[in-house]
Each structure stands twice: as structure tokens, then as C-alpha cells.
């Protein structure tokens, strides 16, 4: 059974730019969600993503925009990247369906921009 | 913006000894989950406690709640050198989808 994948896993980019981050969820799980992780801190929420539409959207600028996909998959756009941007982006899947409470987490995709 | 706050936010312990790490956090919540995350990589979910619990355990792992202080504790008996990794609790609020994470506790066991 696949867990969380993400691609790719590591990205460099320059300011400006803009960037797509990919994620598949666990088997069996509808429900995908986006944190940002700077160095030394902890996850931030980005969005939630459930039946491909946006359910709930953390404190993030409009830069930050994402997709849910039919087969559940994710994407995460950012926009005119800037250097606080660079961080590791989380991707975590669980299943609203089933009420499940605990969400699974991906490896990640290390952003630099420089 | 981070919910709760990890103390200590180093720990430092020889092998086989026990390591405790404690949480705090601001709103009403509906559970806490404790993830450890090895070299900033993915989390690994490690036990979700309900805001109607106050103790849990699974394995070499027993987490308590206290709501009326706000305050988890995360207890690690008898540690060993793959333990070594940032631990981080979570809350998730009622009505909120979304995990609040506080801002860690990295734990080093000494061989």
C-alpha cells in the first residue's frame, strides 16, 4: 500500500518564478492538505483540498493557489516566488469520509529560491 | 501562526533513559496528535489523543492531556538512538480541519 508520494524533491527556483508542487494521496484517502515548513519551525497550513474544492485556506497570500484533481491528487502553485518562500512543502492525506482524524504525511519537497 | 509551544526545545539524553517533552496550546481543542519528523523530512504520526482523554498509550509512548491547563506531555520510556528525531504536537480545533503545529522539541539519545 503507497503512502503519501510528492514530487519533485527538491526544487530550485529564482525570484519571480513560479513553481508546482505534486502530491498523491494514500490509498483510500479523499482529502489532501498543504503545509509550509521554514527551517527550524513547525508545519503552517496552507489549504485543504476535498471533493477538488478548496475547503479551508490558512493565513497564506493569493500566490499560493492549488488543485484537487479527480483521482485525488494534488497540486500546489506558487506564484512570483520570493526568498521567504523557500521551505520544505508538506503534503498530508486523510479521509474526511471516513471521518478519519489522523493525517498521513508525504516526504516533502525541499523549495530554495534564490 | 503556531499554536503551541514545545519545552524544551533541546533534549539531550542517554540511551535507554526516558524522555519527556511538553506542549502547550491557546484555543478549545477537539484532539492533539504528537508526529515525529526524522532529518526535516515527512512526519510519522505517532498517537492522537481526544480532548475527552487525559492519558494514552501506545508502545514504548504515553501521552497525557490536561485541557484545563491547556498542556500535553509526551513520555518516551526506556529511548533508544533511533529516537533520535523532532517531535511536534498538533492540535486540531472543532470545526477545523486543519493541524496547528507547535514548534517542536528536537531530541538527541546519546549511544
Known amino acids: 500500500d503507497a503512502g503519501v508520494t510528492q514530487s519533485p524533491t527538491h526544487l530550485i527556483k529564482t525570484r519571480g518564478q513560479q513553481v508546482t508542487l505534486r502530491c498523491s494521496p494514500k490509498?483510500?484517502?479523499?482529502?489532501v492538505s498543504w503545509y509550509q515548513q521554514a527551517l527550524g519551525q513547525g508545519p503552517q497550513f496552507i489549504f485543504q483540498y476535498y471533493e477538488e474544492e478548496e475547503r479551508q485556506r490558512g493565513n497564506f497570500p493569493d500566490r499560493f493557489s492549488g488543485h484537487q484533481f479527480p483521482n485525488y491528487s494534488s497540486e500546489l502553485n506558487v506564484n512570483a516566488l520570493l526568498l521567504g518562500d523557500s521551505a520544505l512543502y508538506l503534503c498530508?492525506?486523510?479521509?474526511?469520509?471516513?471521518?478519519?482524524?489522523?493525517?498521513?504525511f508525504g516526504p516533502g519537497t525541499r523549495l530554495l529560491v534564490l | 501562526s503556531q499554536q503551541g509551544e514545545e519545552d524544551p526545545q533541546a533534549l539531550s539524553i542517554q540511551e535507554g533513559e526516558n524522555a519527556t517533552m511538553n506542549c502547550s496550546y491557546k484555543?478549545?481543542?477537539?484532539?492533539l496528535q504528537w508526529y515525529r519528523q526524522n532529518s526535516g523530512r515527512g512526519l510519522v504520526h505517532l498517537i492522537l489523543i481526544r480532548s475527552n482523554e487525559r492519558e494514552k498509550h501506545s508502545g514504548r509512548l504515553r501521552v497525557t492531556l490536561d485541557t484545563s491547563k491547556k498542556s500535553s506531555s509526551l513520555l518516551i520510556t526506556a529511548s533508544r538512538a533511533a529516537d533520535t528525531a523532532s517531535y511536534f504536537c498538533a492540535t486540531r480545533d472543532f470545526g477545523n480541519e486543519k493541524l496547528t503545529f507547535g514548534t517542536g522539541t528536537r531530541l538527541t539519545i546519546i549511544p
Open positions: 490509498s483510500g484517502h479523499d482529502t
Open positions: 498530508a492525506s486523510s479521509s474526511r469520509d471516513r471521518g478519519q482524524e489522523t493525517q498521513y
Open positions: 484555543t478549545s481543542i477537539n484532539n
